[in-house]
């Protein structure tokens, strides 16, 4: 055989040698497989019930209206406690709403996601809290199938398997999980909703956190999605009626809502929408700043809007920095400094004192007095609190704080050294 027929019948034994390895290929494997959990609209449309107080598993948003402090027990319902004395909150009850993520209240009513609907809920009494209104289809879902109902979530389970190098379907669940792992379900689907009470800056009594995708400005309350904002009236607090949609932005992205006078400020994950508010039923678009694709919170104050950028979860991007924006020309918003955070979410700022939440390095506190130089007047820092979200309470001297491990109360008197009133704990 000449030298040339060696050299292909090599290589054709060599390709054949390798088609069969190749068939024969194994790989053992560790991922998290998610499963897909889907319910009937029978089973999604359940009435609130009213239940015992119970303790705090998974702390989602916290809302506050005068004496009551409202904390979302993540898709599973609300605790109401009462704070008359913030050093020894008392838990009243817990309303149990499935699938709920987020609340907000306007008088005797409130407001709650049920997966995809809204619900106006009459809390009046408490131990008698009964809906009033269900806004069915409220919110976009995250996905349906025709024969099971709406997907509500995924079931998430680290599995060991021994699979074939070719196995499509099992490489697709690894990259389906690893994508989900950096999902949060409560704003991918939308039903997520939060609230920032407006009129004139923070003075009305219902406060929510700065993770807000449910604003009230007067009578009417507005929703975000991750492409467009629902405005209902609710001049009949019971009765939310939808009087207008509109798409924000790019139509993509959007995250948080924030009140502000007769401004709407709309972080999303590519930056800032800044809408007028003037005509309640229409905002109109105004101006915008842009950012890296981050996740992006917002609180204003005055002339200056801070916006908290963070990488991981479905945000992608790797920036994570307070932004200073100075809103004075409404239509030319402009950055004022950026300041380097560890992985920052949710804030609030009195009396030119930033609290922040800087996730798994804890709960800080700034003097923003200088906005040029706000990296270097940290006044406090607690790294023992993953903390997700914060409100402060108007002329109380006093700020509230979410977080993993569970809610905080602190009195703020002294910026520098605060003091802490109270410790509703999470039960592992």
């Known amino acids: 055989m000449s030298k040339r ?68 027990e993540k898709g599973e319902g609300v605790h109401v406690i009462d704070n008359a004395n913030p050093s020894a909150p008392a838990k009243l009850a817990f309303i149990a709403i499935p ?8 008088g005797n009513t409130l407001y709650a996601d049920n997966y995809t609907d809204l ?27 025709p024969d099971l109902g709406i997907l509500v979530a995924y079931n998430s389970e680290e599995v060991t398997e021994e699979v074939k190098c070719d196995d499509q379907n099992t490489m697709m669940q690894v990259q389906q999980g690893q994508w989900m792992n950096n999902v949060d379900m409560s704003t991918t689907n939308n039903a997520g909703v939060s609230a920032n009470v407006g009129g004139s800056g923070r003075e009305a009594i219902g406060i929510g956190g700065s993770m807000a995708r449910f ?18 009236d609710i001049s009949n607090t019971e009765d939310p009626t939808r009087v207008n949609q509109v798409t924000v932005g790019m139509g993509w992205g959007i995250e948080t809502i ?9 972080g999303s994950n590519v930056g800032m929408f800044i809408y007028d508010n003037s005509n309640p039923q229409s905002p109109t678009y105004l101006s915008e700043f842009q950012h890296a694709n981050v996740c992006d919170p917002v609180f204003v104050d005055d002339n200056f809007a801070y916006v908290t950028l963070r990488s991981g979860t479905n945000c992608e991007g790797f920036s994570n920095q307070l932004d200073v924006i100075d809103i004075t020309n409404i239509t030319n918003p402009t950055l004022v400094s950026s300041t380097e955070m560890h992985n920052p979410h949710g804030l609030t700022v009195e009396d ?33 609190i993953p903390a997700y979200d914060a409100i402060t309470v108007p002329r109380a001297n006093a700020v509230l704080v979410i977080g993993k491990d569970g809610f905080y109360q602190y009195n703020t008197s002294n910026p520098a050294a605060l003091q802490l009133l109270s410790h509703i704990p999470v039960t592992e």
């Open 352 to 384: 030119d004192k930033l609290y922040l939440c800087d996730g798994s390095d804890g709960f800080k506190v700034f003097d923003v007095a200088n906005k040029q130089t706000i990296g270097q007047n940290q006044l406090f820092h607690d790294s023992s």
């Open 258 to 266: 924030f009140p502000y006078q007769d401004k709407l400020f709309i």
């Open 119 to 145: 619900l106006a809920i009459d809390v009046s009494n408490i131990q008698n809290a009964h809906v009033k209104k269900r806004v069915q289809n409220a919110f976009p879902s995250f996905g349906s199938d």
């Open 215 to 232: 604003g009230i400005n007067g009578q009417h309350l507005y929703i975000v999605d991750n492409q467009d904002m629902h405005i209902f």
């Open 99 to 106: 699938g709920n993520i987020d609340i907000a209240m306007s």
């Open 5 to 72: 027929n060696m050299f292909f019948a090599a290589v054709a034994t060599l390709f054949l040698t390798a088609s069969c390895v190749k068939d024969d290929c194994t790989r053992v494997m560790t991922y998290t497989k998610q499963t897909p959990v889907y319910k009937t609209l029978a089973e999604i449309r359940v009435d609130p019930t009213v239940e015992p107080a119970r303790e705090l598993e998974k702390p989602g948003k916290i809302y506050l209206f005068g004496n009551l402090i409202l904390i979302n």
